[in-house]
């Protein structure tokens, strides 16, 4: 069993940043597709970032692109998600997650890893 813990998440104004991290509990991490879920009061859980295992490939949701960088640290278990240019619609709970699978997935339903999550929230 993968666990999985984020940390970073705060209260920010508009056009803020935030780093959010997520520590990996085996030192095999670079086994898994990482991604970076979020989901806002009342809404559902909704595809933010992913990256391939060897942090070569990144993907994103339309709303982020831009503004958003996910990396990876292999050597320190450790996957990141740059946050820049903040808006208000962005305060949600995210939540990093971890599958087996190739490619860009973008499901819920495809990662069978996840942490609890860490709040943000953005401010007008």
């Known amino acids: 069993q993968v666990q999985l813990v984020e940390s970073g998440g705060g209260s920010v104004q508009a056009g803020g940043s935030l780093r959010l991290s997520c520590v990996i509990s085996?030192?095999?991490?670079?086994?898994?597709?990482m991604g970076w879920f979020r989901q806002a009061p009342g809404k559902e859980r909704t595809f933010v970032a992913t990256i391939s295992r060897s942090g070569e490939e990144e993907y994103y949701a339309d709303s982020v692109k831009g503004r958003f960088t996910i990396s990876r640290d292999n050597a320190k278990n450790t996957v990141y998600l740059q946050m820049n240019n903040l808006k208000p619609e962005d305060t949600a709970v995210y939540c990093c997650?971890?599958?087996?699978?190739?490619?860009?997935?973008?499901?819920?339903?495809?990662?069978?890893?996840w942490g609890q999550g860490t709040q943000v929230t953005v401010s007008s």
């Open positions: 085996r030192r095999t991490s670079g086994l898994y597709t």
């Open positions: 997650a971890a599958t087996a699978l190739l490619g860009h997935p973008t499901n819920t339903y495809e990662y069978k890893n």
